[in-house]
Every structure is written in C-alpha cells, then in structure tokens.
C-alpha cells in the first residue's frame, strides 16, 4: 500500500470512530435514561482518548511525508488530514483531558446557574475554562494571534480581522432596519392559541420532508437544545416544542434540516474521508439559514405553511396568508440569541465576538464580564439586561469552551445572502414551488452547488463558486432591508 | 502504578469502549434509520478493530505477568483479563475486523430473506459468516474441538459433550410431557380479541415494574427481536406487539427484564471490571427465564395479571383466572421458538444445538441446511416445516455469528429450575406477594444470591452456591411435570 492509502485507511477508521462519538452524544440528549451520567461520561471520555491518540499517531507524520497525490481531490484530502494532525499534536494530551474533564463538569453548572439566576456559581468555573482554552490558543497558534487559532477550528482561513471588518460594514445598515422596524407605525400581530404537541411535530415532518429531509437516512427526537448530528446515511434532526409556539418547533426544525440534508447531500465518495463533512460552521450555518429564513419564512412558503397550519390546527387567530407572512417574520425587542429575528440575530452575534476577543486577548477578565456585556447589551439593543439568565448566562457555547464559534453564525448569515441571491437568479420560479411547499428546485440548486461537495473546498472558495460572486455583506443586506421594509410598510 | 493497577486501568477503558460498542448494536436494532446499513457496520467493525487491538495489547500480557492479587475478587479479575487476553490474541485483528462487518451486514440481508421467505438470498451470506466463524474457532481451539471453542465464548467453561448429556437426560422426559399434554381431553382456550399497541405496552411497562425494572438506569423501545443490552447505569430492554397477542408483549418484557435487571443488579463497585457484567449466557438466561416462567407465569402472579389485562381491555375472552392461567400456559404445535411454551422450547434448542454442532464440524453444508432442518422439524415435532420464515429463518443468532449460544438458553432453563428450587424454600410465602403482582421478595433473592455478585463466580459455582445443591436437568423436569399434569389435568 502507498502512503497515501495507509493515510486514507487509517483516516477511515478515525472518520467512523468520531461518528460513533457522536453518535453516542445524540443518545445522551434524546433517549439516555437520566441516571447513567456518571456511565456515559466514563465512555465519552474513553472514546475521546482513542480518538485523541489516533489523530496525533506519528505513523500519520509519516505517511504525509510520503504521501503523492494523484489529483486535486486527494491533494485536498491530505491538506486536511495534515491540518487535523498538526492542530492535535500541538495539543498536549494533559490539556485535551483537563478540558474535556472541565467543559463537561461546566455544563452541568451552567445549567444550574442559569436556572438560579446566579452568575456567580457559573464564573470562576467559566475562568478556568478559559484559562485552559488561552493555553490551547496558545498552542496551537504558535506564535500567531491566540483568537485567530480557535476561530480557525470552526471557520478554518479566516482571521478577526476579516470577520471585524465584515461586522464593521453591516453594523450600520442593520442598527438603521432595526430602528426603523422597530419603530414602524404597523406591527405584525402576534399568533395567539395553544398548539398541541402532537399536531406541531406532524407538521414538523412535514416540513422536513417539504425541504427534502431523507428520512430513510435520518429520523427526528425531541431534545431540549435542538441540534442535528451524524453525516452521510445517518444524518439526525431534534426538535423542541413550545405549545403556545409553533414556530419555534416549526423553524428549528426547518433550521436543523437544513444542516441535516447538508450531511446527507455529500458525494457518498467523500464518506469516511475528511471530505466527508460540512466544511466548516460557517458553510454549515449557511445552509440552515438560507433553509430557515430565505426560504422557510419567505412570503411564499409561508402562504403554503399558513394554509397547513390553519388545517391542522382549526383556524389560527390571523386572518390570512400576509399577516400570517408579517407574523412569522415579527420583529421585538428580546434578550435570547436563539430566539432573535433575522433584523436583530446578527447584532447578537456581534456583541458576543466582541466580548469573546476581549477575553481570550486577556484585555477583559471573566470578573467584569456581567458588567461588560450589560453595558453592551443596553448600548446596542437600548434595553437593560433584567436578569443574567437573559444576558451573559443565556448560551452554553462557553461554558462547553465554544471561544471562537459564534461568528460563524453570522457569517453563515452572509453566505446564505450571496448564495440566496445566485439561487434565485437561477431559479426564476423558485417561489411557484415554495408556494406548493416544494423546496426541491432551491434544495436541487444547494445540494448541486455546494453541498454535494463536502471538505473539498474551503468554505470561501465554496461559497464563492456557488454564488459566482465574491463574499459580500451586500447580498443579505439587500434582502433583509427589501424584505422588513414591505413587510413593516416602511 | 502496580501492575495489577495498571492492568485495571487500562481494562476500565477497554469495558467502557465495549460498552459503546453495545450501545451502538441498540441503536442499530431499535432507532437507526433504515438507510444506516453501510455506514453502521463500517462503525461497528472500527468499533471492533479498536476494541480488538486493546484486547490484544502486549502490556496486557506483561502486567498479567506481574500482576499480585490481594484476595479472591483481585485473582478472579487477574482470571478474566488472562482469559479474555488469551482468546482475543488467537483472533487475527483482520478476521475479527471482519466478522464485525459482515455481521452487522448480514443482519439486514436475514431480515429481508425472511420477510420475503427467500432462504436463496440469505445463505450464501451465512456461508461466508460460517466459514469466518469456522476460522475463528479453528484460532480459539487451537488444536481442540471446534464448537467447544465457540461455547466456550458463552458458557466459559461448558463443554458440548456436558450439554450433549444433559440434553439426552432431559430428552425422554420432555418428549414424553409434550406427547401427554397435546393428547390431554383437556386444553386451554386461547385468547380471542385485539388488543391495542398502546395499552399493551402500558401493561407491559407495568409488568416491568412490578418485576423491579429500574427505569432512571433504563428504557424501553421496539424491535423485531426482543433483546436487552447495556449495563450498570444503563441498560435497555426491547419489546414487540402483535395485537392479537397480548401474552407476547408481556412475556417478552417480562424476559428482558430478567436479563436487564441482572445487570442493574450487580454491585456498582464491579462497574467497568470484568466482574461488572453477568458471568455467562446461561446464567443470564437463568434470570430472564426464571422471571418470565417460573414466576411470571405462575398461577399467582397470573392471577394479579389477568385482573390487570381484564380491566386495561375491558374484559377478557376467558372466563376466570384459573382458566386465564391455561391460558397462559397454553402448549400447541408451532414452529417458533420464542413463540413456545416451557414444555416445547428446549426441544428447540436441542434441534438447533445439533444443526449447529455439524455446521461448525463440517459434517453439515449451508447448501443442504434447509432440507436437514425441516426433516428434523418433523421427526421432532411431528409437523412439516410451511415456508422458511417459519423455519431456518427464524432466528437471527446465525445471521450475526452466534454459533454454540443456543444452548445456552436450554442451559439457562435447567439453573433456573436449581434456582428455583431454592428460591420456594427460602421464600415460602412468594405466592402471596405476586397475587398482589409483586416480584420483590423473588427479586430480591435473586439480587442477593445470584445477580450482585456479576462475574465473580463461574457461572456452574454461582448456581450451585445460590440454589445449594449440584446443577442439575431433574429440579426443571419435576417443575415442568408438576405443573403441567395439574393444568392439562393428566
């Protein structure tokens, strides 16, 4: 056998190690009897530690030095695999431990602390953390920008100073929407009414199945923080259901498909190969979004989604599809990340990177952090933080050592925008389908243009070649003022 | 570190990796999309690679070498490693790697064949998983006989030759009860009606209750083939619905919760040691049939039981509980073996104890398996095989390579008779408490006699001391013809 296909056997191996780990995490967050915590984390644990050796195996170093590839796809293959190596062999096995140790110990303490409003039993646990993820920074930047080194694991070839200037160019145009929304002489009715259980999940599969989930390789549970897990024929969604709420399962659901049917529209060649996956969160995220908002809540499908849930649920308290349009894309003043509208999400997302920079550069210390993200909060949103819960202990990202994570978020956001707009160059008729509650020509396109292609290319490159344009904040800026300013009759 | 320390250490992990392992076979069987085939069983087998090299790593035999119990338990632990080590290190890493996937295929390629009652599509398949199997017991035999090789997996300690003289004492007498009672003037009714999905796992959850079933350490789900897997803090049963047979819902729950509470039952200081999980196949069938037969289908607790079916279905097609207890007992002819009565099963056994000796031996091809299954079918029981369904296709055992485990239910049903036995003079007044549909005080002697102590003792040793007298085929055969002369009134 040649290097390169010791590489790839042993790459395989790993692949279906880390899909079994993750496996067992979505067990432990939909069907895992409540009393085998102490059991389960004694198994991730010892997953964690085969994977960790086998992707610092000096047998890896080896064969990569060796390594010939034949074409562009495997010279792609081997970047990937020697990026992985070198980011986990800098990492000493005694910091990977401490922090798996650490972040699964804070998750629990997170969760009490927010349920008890109580920052103070969250922090010193938080700076520990961030003690231990400074160190990792610090390894794995080798001398180079400590915040740089994290984002790269999320959003790999992108700096802070892309995504600040990035986040410099939108600010202004989505502080002015959000103004103007929010001060709009017409406001969107809200969607009064209780809306069972079990009438919202048969409308959640159902839309699932509208956005192309396939179920014969995916399946969907109820979990408290919805998220999607697993890739090629084992792709899963979770949901969550809020009975006076329908969108809030509804759209979650449409969210994770999203991300879902990015992992099941991967070339099956790709499978078990670092080509395999999502290529990055941002490329991810873009996915889910463009499923979640551009489509899932355009004026289109919601005519479709108005009609079935007027079905199923005996009438709804708006009176027709263009209020029910309005209701769904409501805009409030709110404190919750996850619970945001697309006007405000991204400002969420701001003020978290500006704060998390802060902290890994040591220019902020955890024991300022409640003052210093209130300050943020009440100058950015013009509301004071009420209680912690709704401000700095709302999202678990760092608790679990997510630093670094959250702007992919929002840079998700501005890829769906370029991609929405080529997609809808592409497909003129696009919203006679949606309107039918067929997403497949928008699903045909993603799945063609960037899904299908896995690790292959780095997200920009992706992005850039779906869209035909390069990244630009434009595109959902554009969309989003076009799109507020008739639904708020501006 | 000592090395026996070491030695624990390191098999703590390689328990919790198999214990993944186990979870992952759950998921295949119970919420696994239908489409995971593939991507499973390439998981499963780098689950099995993984699991295979640490149970072949020569630290293994070094600390084995200088490994110092400090009592009995210590030198039991020291037994099992060596034992474990000894048998894995026979198995070449690329034969184990390989059954792993064939298996985990060929479970999928069985449940189509059957449904379809096509043997044609299943046993080149089986050929290829015998003749891996053959190997395999060819490397663990290492000279000596072959099936005994593979037995020895299950029943360590156990020969064919032991369980060859057991099944032909046992023979005679059980031939001779199943001619007198399908020829009784008396027979029981069987229960007419339908009965509901939904109530009957109702009841079947309350039956699992009353058996003591830990539900914070445990679940309940579908499969085809009811089963239970898993440990300590976590370990599920599976059941099925026919709905017009209620008896087989509840009597497979009834079976899996033997099985799971054994392993809920063992000491937690035994937890990831290889004294954490039940000692032998036969044992644990002693549990899950002791459970099911000699208490579930008792007339005391089937008189609690007809109550709570007549009630949850609003009445019952027999008249009384005296006649629901025949009922319940029913014997009639029938090809399925987990569809028998007590009276039948071992004869079951028997036919597939012989099957499997001349597969392993050689002395029987794949080719010619069907034709010798259903001339034994009929010299057995009188009946000729309809369709393969109802025949060799029946069981999944093969499918996924358990050769020498079949015995291991009739040996189970023989240490449940000893236990049995004991368990009536220890317990005079059992009667009393499952007419009230509770199992606790049976339960309870089972935990402290048998289930707690995991693998500390062989499995022989830990009947023999719980029930205080040899192992032997007579305390079942006078249960089965006591209870069975009274019911068909002979």
Known sequence: MSAFDNLLAFQRQTEALSSVAERLAWDQETVMPRGAVEQRSEEMAAMEAVLHERRTDPRIGEWLDHAEPED?????????????????????ARLATELARQTSLAQGIWADARAKDAPEDFLPVLNDILML??????????????????????????????????????????VALR?????????????????????QL??????????????????MDIAVHPFSSGRWQDSRITTRVVETDPFNCLYSTIHEVGHSSYEQGIDSDHAFTPLGRGVSMGAHESQSRIYE??????????????????????????????????TANRVTPGFIRTEADEVQYNLHIM????????????????????EAWNARFLKDFGVAVDRPANGVLQDVHWAVGLFGYFPTYALGNVYAGCLHSAL?????????????GEADPAVEWLRENV????????????????????????????????????????
Chains 1, 2 share one sequence.
């Open 72 to 92: 562009d796809e495997d010279a792609r293959i081997i970047e990937l695999i020697a990026r992985d190596y070198r980011r986990a062999s800098r990492i000493p």
């Open 133 to 174: 993820k400074r160190e990792e920074a610090a390894a794995l930047a080798d001398g180079g920008d400590l915040y740089d080194a994290l984002l790269d694991d999320y959003e790999p070839g992108t700096t802070q100073a892309e995504i600040a200037a990035l986040f410099d160019a939108m600010r202004p145009r989505l």
């Open 179 to 199: 103004e103007d929304v929010l001060g709009a002489e017409f406001q969107p009715e809200p969607l009064d009414g209780h809306f069972s259980q079990e009438t």
């Open 202 to 219: 048969r409308l959640a599969r159902t839309c699932a199945t509208a956005f192309g989930y396939d179920w014969t390789r995916g399946r």
């Open 293 to 326: 908002n551009q489509l899932g809540r355009s004026r289109a499908f919601t005519g479709w989604l108005y009609q079935r849930m007027s079905d199923a649920f005996g009438g709804l308290s708006v009176p027709d599809a263009d209020a029910f349009y309005a």
């Open 351 to 370: 003020l978290r990177f500006d704060l998390e920079r802060d902290l890994i550069a040591g220019r902020l210390d955890v024991e300022n952090l409640v």
């Open 424 to 436: 809808r160059a592409a497909v003129p008729d696009l919203d006679e389908a949606l309107a039918r």
């Open 451 to 490: 899904q299908r292609h896995g690790g292959l290319y780095p997200p920009r490159d992706l992005i850039e070649r779906a869209s035909g344009t390069d990244i630009s904040e434009k595109p959902i800026l554009d969309y989003l003022e076009e799109k507020f300013s008739a639904i708020y009759k501006l």
